[in-house]
């Protein structure tokens, strides 16, 4: 009788540990993986929700599309199914974005000055726009400054900035960021928010640069063709109708960057000597330049759809983790084998569907975690993270009480995987936790793998707009060793897929997917949602951290 109690006692003590660990795993483990282990997730649902969001009815989600409206009504209906409270304006599911769009003619003429003679670029040929619109007009020839890599960045003593003045002049830069081995200065061989193009520029704008050119560093970018470039740039470009009012801001094709220091104290080939010597320098140009643009503009509303989950404790209630997912992608564009419809499964189809599902599942709990569940499905990610920033700027919830953010933009579909990475973590002790996560599934948490170390992945997604402003951030991706294939063979895929499918045409439902790994990565992604949502541990940035002071303030101004 003792036995049978203490073994009773045991199993009651198991039982409510999985329930507070992964609040999921008791009720609704109802699905079967292809290994035959329980799971809550259902691969129909998902299959199902993909189905619709990727289909060609969707035209490809662009942001503003109609398409993308029928993406949002859908995400809406289902999380009404689901019960979840609608938390966007008015009570309803959708948090209103006002944007601008527009698009830059090939007349646009961009001229360059020196020595008494004057040479026009050709756009899309010579030059690309990350912004239209009138406030990109310079009538008459400006003054132009190196600055290196445009970063002033002084946790590393770093200001590229220095005795040099950029006011009423176009900067020059190139991509990237200092070479460094060690750590502790530019994170190594890792990238760090100061090589974000948009943090360039606001650097630049914020010191009185009337506009700036970025140069693809030939260090990082020597294997990206300008044709890349030009298939990246085709799209028409969207912003908030708010921030509209911009400075010109230029991509430059590598082969103009010589005429662009044509007599300038160092010419082009200096400055890559320089770069690669790690003894860059700013200086001032010789030439000047002047810019007049031919638009077609236009003003249109898109929308965030948001949802909440309120949370089961008294206090923690009031604490909030934000999932976040994009559902727009880049909509009908250039042809590609007779194809002009890009899809977006892995970009975000998967990532939405995945999301709906976890949604379902933590609506229908016997108990709901203990903080409460902000879901956040964003649009205009593909134009510069439009729908995170705008949620940012007209949060919900203060931002000082979003406890952590998960943001979910694509989901495993390879292979089953052995171990995983934590995209924004290594900020934060977020890392702490995803420890736990680990051995909870027998994986391994490792760091961005070596070969991908430059590709800027914390800024390349939403997370990198909710870290920017203090929130404990991370993405979930799965790592490289993979249960079915070599180190080596894995990251070839990926890279193959990169090149041949990412923001393709063939990111569509006829590509192959492995649902096992999409079902591995969305039981993962369920367990991390319960730690957050349930941990009575702390998720705090660490000291060196460059989000810390955002935090802090965010916490002192009740924001």
């Known amino acids: 009788m003792r036995k049978s109690l203490q073994h009773f006692l045991l199993i009651h003590k198991l039982i409510r540990h999985i329930l507070l660990v992964l609040f999921a795993a008791v009720s609704f483990l109802q699905a079967q993986d292809q290994s035959g282990s329980p799971s809550p997730i259902s691969l129909e649902n998902i299959k199902h929700h993909l189905a619709y969001l990727a289909s060609d009815d969707l035209k490809g989600r662009a942001t503003g599309s109609t398409g993308a409206k029928l993406a949002a009504d859908y995400i809406a209906s289902q999380l009404a199914d689901f019960g979840i409270t609608p938390f966007g304006d008015h009570n309803t599911y959708f948090q209103n974005i006002p944007m601008h769009g527009s698009k830059a003619m090939k007349d646009s003429r961009l001229r360059f000055i020196a020595r008494g003679e004057e040479r026009v670029f050709e756009h899309e040929k010579d030059y690309l726009l990350y912004d239209c ?129 044509s007599g300038s104290p ?69 042809a590609v084998k007779g194809d002009s419809i890009y899809n977006g499964v892995a970009d975000n189809a998967f990532g939405v569907s995945a999301t709906l599902e976890i949604a379902r599942i933590i609506a229908s709990a016997p108990q709901q975690p203990k903080r409460s569940i902000l879901l956040v499905f964003t649009t205009g990610e593909e134009k510069g993270l439009l729908g995170a920033t705008y949620y940012i700027d007209h949060p919900r919830v203060p931002l000082h009480k979003t406890y952590a953010a998960v943001n979910i933009d694509g989901i495993a579909m390879f292979d089953t995987f052995k171990n995983f990475v934590g995209i924004g973590a290594e900020y934060s002790t977020m890392e702490n936790l995803l420890q736990e996560l680990a051995k909870g599934f027998s994986l391994e948490y490792s760091p961005v793998p070596a070969i991908f170390a430059n590709s800027n992945a914390l800024g390349r997604s939403d997370q990198i707009a909710f870290a920017r402003e203090g929130i404990p951030t991370v993405a979930l991706v799965e790592g490289m060793k993979y249960d079915n294939a070599t180190y080596e063979s894995g990251v070839q895929r990926f890279i193959d897929w990169g090149a041949t499918r990412y923001h393709t045409p063939f990111d569509d439902l006829d590509q192959p997917i492995n649902y096992a790994a999409v079902q591995q990565h969305c039981n993962l992604l369920l367990g991390l949602i319960s730690i957050l949502g349930n941990t009575g541990k702390s998720v705090e940035f660490h000291p060196n951290s460059q989000f810390l002071n955002a935090r802090l303030q965010s916490i002192a101004e009740e924001r």
């Open 266 to 334: 160092f010419e082009y080939r200096h400055v890559i000597d320089m770069e690669n010597a790690d003894l860059i320098q700013s200086f001032n140009m010789t030439g000047k330049l002047a810019f007049s643009g031919i638009f077609q503009e236009w003003e249109f509303v898109d929308r965030n759809v948001i949802g909440l989950i309120p949370g089961r404790d008294k206090k923690l209630k009031n604490q909030f983790v934000l999932i976040a997912a994009h559902y727009d992608h880049l909509g009908i564009g250039p």
């Open 133 to 261: 619109g009138a406030s990109t007009f310079i009538a008459l020839p400006q003054p132009m400054a190196f600055v290196g890599y445009g970063i002033v960045a002084p946790e590393y003593d770093y200001n590229d900035y220095l005795g040099i003045d950029v006011a009423g002049k176009i900067v020059v830069f190139l991509s990237g960021e200092p070479i460094s081995e060690h750590e502790d200065y530019f994170a190594g061989a890792h990238n760090t928010i100061h090589a974000n193009p948009d943090v360039k520029r606001r650097v630049a704008l914020a010191r009185g640069a009337l506009g700036t050119i970025m140069i693809p560093n030939p260090r990082t970018e020597s294997d990206t063709p300008w044709s890349y470039w030009q298939h990246q740039f085709a799209f028409d470009n969207i912003s908030l109708l708010y921030t509209r009012a911009t400075n010109l801001n230029i991509l430059l094709n590598p082969e103009m960057a010589t005429t662009l220091f």
